[in-house]
T-cell receptor, first 118, second 110 residues
Framework: SAVISQKPSRDICQRGTSLTIQCQVD?????MFWYRQQPGQSLTLIAT?????????ESGFVIDKFPISRPNLTFSTLTVSNMSPEDSSIYLC???????????????FGPGTRLTVL | DAKTTQPNSMESNEEEPVHLPCNHS???????IHWYRQLPSQGPEYVIH???SNVNNRMASLAIAEDRKSSTLILHRATLRDAAVYYC???????????FGQGTRLTINP
C-alpha cells in the first residue's frame, strides 16, 4: 500500500498567478500520475512523471501550463501556471507501488488539492 | 482505450446486495477490467480487478461474462459507507495509465 499526502489541501488564487501542488509518498515509486477533476466530472489524466526523465503529457495538456518536477522517488510537484477560472478543479496525484504494469497493479490516490481561481 | 458504459446512477438499501453493471463490448483479449470507487471528498480507491475469471476480495466480487463484453461489481451487503461513484475501467495489458469514464453514482438508503 501507499500513503500519499498533498499540499495544499485547498487554495483560492487570483487569475494570472501560479500555484505549485506537492505530492509526497511514504515509499519509493517509479511512476507518479497527476489528474484533474473538474466540478462534477470524472478524472482526467494530465501527465505521468517518472523520476529522472521528462514528464509525459496527455493530449490537451502542455508543459508550459502544467510544469512537473520529480526530483526523487517519493516526491513530485505540479504547477498550474497563469491560472484562469477554468483551472478551478481538484488536482490529484496517484502512484502504483508494486512496480508492475498499471494493468495488474493497484493505484493509490492522494486526497486531492481543491483549487479555486477567481 | 476500450470504452465502458455504466448507468449514471443507482440506488440501493443498506444491508442489501448491490449489482453494478458495466458494458465493454469492444474489449480485447488482453484488457484487464478494473473497478475503483471515489467516496465523497476523497481520491479514488481500488476495489477489484480481473481478466477472465470471477474474482473475490474483502470488499467486493467481480463477475465477468463468459464473452467478457460485460461485468458486474457485486457488493454483498451494502453499508452507508459504500455510497460513492464507482468507475469501471479497461486497461490494456502493458498500458501505463488509467483512463476514467463517468462512473455510476451509488446512493445507499438507510
Amino acid at each position: 500500500s501507499a500513503v500519499i499526502s498533498q499540499k495544499p489541501s485547498r487554495d483560492i488564487c487570483q487569475r494570472g498567478t501560479s500555484l505549485t501542488i506537492q505530492c509526497q509518498v511514504d515509499s519509493q515509486v517509479t511512476m507518479m500520475f497527476w489528474y484533474r477533476q473538474q466540478p462534477g466530472q470524472s478524472l482526467t489524466l494530465i501527465a505521468t512523471a517518472n523520476q529522472g526523465s521528462e514528464a509525459t503529457y496527455e493530449s490537451g495538456f502542455v508543459i508550459d501550463k502544467f510544469p512537473i518536477s520529480r526530483p526523487n522517488l517519493t516526491f513530485s510537484t505540479l504547477t498550474v501556471s497563469n491560472m484562469s477560472p477554468e483551472d478551478s478543479s481538484i488536482y490529484l496525484c496517484s502512484v502504483g507501488t508494486s512496480g508492475r504494469r498499471v494493468s495488474t497493479d493497484t493505484q493509490y490516490f492522494g486526497p486531492g488539492t481543491r483549487l479555486t481561481v477567481l | 482505450d476500450a470504452k465502458t458504459t455504466q448507468p449514471n446512477s443507482m440506488e440501493s438499501n443498506e444491508e442489501e446486495p448491490v449489482h453494478l453493471p458495466c458494458n465493454h463490448s469492444t474489449i480485447s483479449g488482453t484488457d484487464y477490467i478494473h473497478w475503483y470507487r471515489q467516496l465523497p471528498s476523497q481520491g479514488p480507491e481500488y476495489v477489484i480487478h480481473g481478466l477472465t475469471s470471477n474474482v473475490n476480495n474483502r470488499m467486493a466480487s467481480l463477475a465477468i461474462a463468459e464473452d467478457r463484453k460485460s461485468s458486474t461489481l457485486i457488493l454483498h451487503r451494502a453499508t452507508l459507507r459504500d455510497a460513492a461513484v464507482y468507475y469501471c475501467i479497461l486497461i490494456i495489458q502493458g498500458a501505463q495509465k488509467l483512463v476514467f469514464g463517468q462512473g455510476t453514482r451509488l446512493t445507499i438508503n438507510p
